[in-house]
């Protein structure tokens, strides 16, 4: 709650700039080790323009505890708007640490999107104080134990019936028939073939028809993200569509394909985040374009030669 109480006090009083602005606040410079840190973000940018607030936050060495974005509202000059959002951070580490430079995109309608960068910020992290005052002290000697002989009889009985608890159990066991051996795990199905079949259950799906526009964009998103982390080894579940993008181009794609992932993930990004809602033929044309990048980097061909490995599957 405090996280959000943040957010409306970054909706306050300045002036919208001409280009999007970022701007990063921190609630102190100094915490005890595991202390909580409000971290508040804020984008004032222009009505046209969406921002792409990260799915995900590394700010090693600090630990995100809590994300949260808030609804877009009116700038406070009456022109544009203002996007913000609050992070609850902490750290187990000791020193002087580094919050490292947050990523925000914001998206032009025209599909140009401008990258913003916060500034580091340094933070101190102390230990919890312990009290070295006092003067050092001599180290106490072992103890002795009490020679009474009727308090360690519980003891003594207590391993025995262990000791016999355990032979027993090991009895049992050495007389339990030998199980067969397994046989040899089915090797994993090809990638492009899984996201071929799911692609074919999204489109058989009545998302569309029930009106959940965005839920069919984040499926047909999430599908092609897994088929890249998978076939093109590139983490892009964990990615935003920028570094998926980034990695693609390090894979040696070649420019054109990469081109037509970025296109196909800003696509869904507009839905997911920006709130579009594009008409239902519209929506249903992602599944072709999907099924289309899965042929020209499975290596399986066309897609309909991908589609009969599929049933012959």
Same mark, same amino acid.
């Given at each position: 709650?405090?996280?959000?109480?943040? %957010?409306?006090?970054?909706?306050?009083?300045?002036?919208?700039?001409q280009d999007?602005? %970022?701007?990063?606040?921190?609630?102190?410079?100094?915490? #005890?080790?595991?202390?909580?840190?409000?971290?508040?973000?804020?984008?004032?940018?222009?009505?046209?323009?969406?921002?792409?607030?990260?799915d995900s936050?590394?700010?090693?060495? /600090?630990?995100? @505890?809590? =994300?949260?974005?808030?609804?877009?509202?009116?700038?406070?000059?009456?022109?544009?708007?203002?996007? *913000?959002?609050? @992070?609850?951070?902490?750290?187990?580490?000791?020193?002087?640490?580094?919050?490292?430079?947050?990523?925000?995109?914001?998206?032009?309608?025209?599909?140009?999107?401008?990258?913003?960068?916060?500034?580091? /910020?340094?933070?101190?992290?102390?230990?919890?104080?312990?009290?070295?005052?006092?003067?050092?002290?001599?180290?106490?000697?072992? @103890?002795?134990?009490?020679? #009474?002989?009727?308090?360690?009889?519980?003891?003594?009985? &207590?391993?025995?019936?262990?000791?016999?608890?355990?032979? =027993?159990?090991?009895?049992?066991?050495?007389?339990?028939?030998?199980a067969a051996?397994?046989?040899?795990?089915?090797?994993?199905?090809?990638?492009?073939?899984?996201?071929?079949?799911?692609?074919?259950? &999204?489109?058989?799906?009545?998302? &569309?028809?029930?009106?959940?526009?965005?839920? =069919?964009?984040?499926?047909?998103?999430?599908?092609?993200?897994? =088929?890249?982390?998978?076939?093109?080894?590139?983490?892009?579940? +964990?990615?935003?569509?920028?570094?998926?993008?980034?990695?693609?181009?390090? *894979?040696? %794609?070649?420019?054109?394909?990469?081109?037509? /992932?970025?296109?196909?993930?800003?696509?869904?990004? @507009?839905?997911?985040?920006?709130?579009?809602?594009? +008409?239902?033929?519209?929506?249903?044309?992602?599944?072709? +374009?999907?099924?289309?990048?899965?042929?020209?980097?499975?290596?399986?061909?066309?897609?309909?030669?991908?589609?009969?490995?599929?049933?012959?599957?």
């Amino acid at each position: 709650m405090a996280a959000l109480g943040g %957010l409306v006090g970054l909706l306050g009083a300045t002036t919208l700039p001409q280009d999007p602005r %970022l701007v990063m606040e921190v609630d102190t410079t100094l915490i #005890n080790v595991g202390d909580p840190v409000t971290v508040q973000l804020q984008v004032d940018h222009a009505a046209d323009r969406v921002v792409q607030w990260p799915d995900s936050l590394d700010l090693s060495p /600090f630990e995100v @505890l809590r =994300y949260e974005v808030a609804e877009p509202g009116p700038a406070p000059s009456g022109e544009g708007m203002r996007s *913000a959002a609050a @992070l609850i951070v902490t750290s187990f580490e000791l020193g002087e640490l580094e919050i490292p430079p947050i990523e925000v995109a914001v998206a032009a309608p025209d599909g140009t999107v401008e990258t913003l960068l916060t500034d580091p /910020f340094r933070i101190g992290v102390e230990s919890v104080g312990l009290d070295e005052s006092g003067d050092i002290r001599d180290i106490k000697g072992p @103890l002795s134990l009490a020679r #009474n002989w009727w308090t360690v009889v519980p003891w003594v009985l &207590l391993a025995a019936a262990l000791a016999a608890g355990a032979w =027993y159990l090991h009895r049992r066991r050495r007389s339990r028939p030998t199980a067969a051996p397994a046989g040899p795990a089915p090797p994993p199905r090809p990638f492009h073939v899984v996201a071929l079949e799911q692609l074919d259950e &999204l489109e058989a799906s009545s998302l &569309l028809e029930r009106g959940r526009v965005k839920a =069919y964009h984040i499926r047909v998103s999430e599908i092609i993200r897994a =088929y890249v982390e998978g076939q093109l080894e590139v983490p892009a579940l +964990e990615m935003t569509t920028r570094e998926v993008v980034h990695g693609l181009r390090r *894979a040696s %794609l070649g420019g054109a394909i990469t081109e037509s /992932f970025r296109s196909f993930l800003d696509r869904c990004d @507009l839905v997911k985040f920006a709130k579009l809602r594009p +008409e239902a033929d519209r929506s249903r044309e992602l599944i072709g +374009e999907a099924r289309s990048l899965v042929a020209m980097t499975s290596g399986a061909g066309t897609s309909a030669e991908a589609r009969r490995e599929v049933d012959a599957a």
